[in-house]
Structures are given as structure tokens and as C-alpha cells.
């Protein structure tokens, strides 16, 4: 992760310095859309000595709308949901659907075709759909978190572009399981790695 992340950032970086001798003036396109496919790849650890959660990857349609304040300073929010099946130590928790509105301010570089960018930001995930599994009961706490982001736009022409995104979100959740004669509150860290792929529009 540590990896790609600096290699887009090289990549937004030496592409700034071009950028800087070829930014004009001229008018730019304020908004745009993406349409991506995702891999959500939860990194989930726990409070619970002796037993580890584990938390399925899913993949699935995302959907983001960004906002140019200026040519190179935008803000992307970003729209999707997801599934994720839930064990403990071979004890099936069910599955849970996640929604993380995403909210990231955005730094994009330019350079002929190639437009790389990063951002950060902060994420408020709702937890609904909850099937319990072995267990009597599952309570969800929705919660705040934080988005670190890095990317690539490449034109294909003056409205169409292809995008490489990758986030890093930074999620946790207090959880109550019920046993049916005890309630055991668990604190969950999530913390997905998102990778996706797709294409986008400008207007």
C-alpha cells in the first residue's frame, strides 16, 4: 500500500514542475463523474484477547461526483455500499451492509493527458442490513473516520477519461454482540484498503 501510494505521488510530483510551465488560463471543466468498480479490502483487528475478526473483501459499483474550485483544487464525494460477511475464530457473525459517504479535498497535477492527484478527507459510514448468524443479536455503531486518497486520470478525449483510484479508509466500530445471556462489546477496527478502476465524464 505504502508502495503505491508513493509511486502516484512521485508520479503527481515531477508531473507538477511540467505543469507549472503549461498551466494556462483558460477555462476548465468544474464538474465531473466517475463511474468505478471496487475492491474493498478491510484490515479488521479487535479488543477481544485470543480471537481474531475476520471480514470479507467485496467488490462493487462506486460512484463519486467532484467539484473544481480551481483548475487544480477540488472536492470528490463519494457514493457507495457494500457487503461484508463477519466470523470470529470460525463463529459466524453474519454479514452487515456498510454506506461510506466520503468527502476528500483534492490536489490534481496536469500534464498532456495524465492528470494525477491526491487527497484526504473524513467519512461517515452507516451500518444497516445486519443478519446475525450464530449469534442472538448484532448492534452496529455508525461512525466517523478518516480518507486518505491517490489517484490517476488519463484523457481519452476532451469529455471521457479512464482513472486508477486507490483510498485508505481509517474505520472503526463499537460492536454488541449478543450471546442470548450476555451482551459482549467489541471495538472493531475496519480500516479498508479501496482499490478501483473506471471511467469518468466531464461537464
Do not use: C
Not at 485470543?50 to 472536492?75: C, H, M, Q, R, W
Not at 444497516?128 to 466517523?144: K, L, P, R, W
Amino acid at each position: 500500500m505504502k508502495k503505491i501510494l508513493l509511486f502516484v505521488l512521485a508520479i503527481g510530483f515531477t508531473f507538477s514542475v511540467k505543469a507549472q510551465e503549461e498551466q494556462s488560463t483558460g477555462d476548465y471543466n468544474k464538474w465531473q463523474a466517475r463511474f468505478r468498480l471496487i475492491s474493498v479490502i478491510p484490515s479488521p483487528s479487535d479488543d477481544i484477547d485470543g480471537a481474531d475478526v475476520d471480514i470479507s473483501t467485496s467488490f462493487v459499483p462506486e460512484l463519486d461526483f467532484t467539484y473544481f474550485f480551481t483548475k487544480n483544487i477540488a472536492a470528490e464525494l463519494i457514493l457507495g455500499t457494500t457487503k461484508h460477511n463477519v466470523d470470529v475464530e470460525g463463529t459466524d457473525l453474519g454479514h452487515v451492509w456498510s454506506l461510506p459517504p466520503t468527502l476528500n479535498l483534492q490536489y490534481h497535477f496536469f500534464a498532456d493527458n495524465f492528470k494525477p492527484y491526491v487527497g484526504a478527507g473524513v467519512n461517515y459510514t452507516f451500518f444497516y442490513g445486519v443478519d446475525e448468524g450464530d449469534v442472538a443479536g448484532m448492534d452496529y455503531e455508525n461512525s466517523f473516520g478518516f480518507s486518505l486518497q491517490a489517484g490517476l486520470d488519463y484523457n481519452l478525449n476532451d469529455k471521457w477519461f479512464l482513472n486508477l483510484d486507490i483510498k485508505k479508509l481509517f474505520l472503526s466500530t463499537d460492536v454488541d454482540v449478543d450471546l442470548g445471556d450476555a451482551t459482549l462489546p467489541v471495538e472493531v477496527d475496519i480500516d479498508p484498503l479501496i482499490i478501483g478502476l473506471g471511467v469518468g465524464m466531464k461537464f
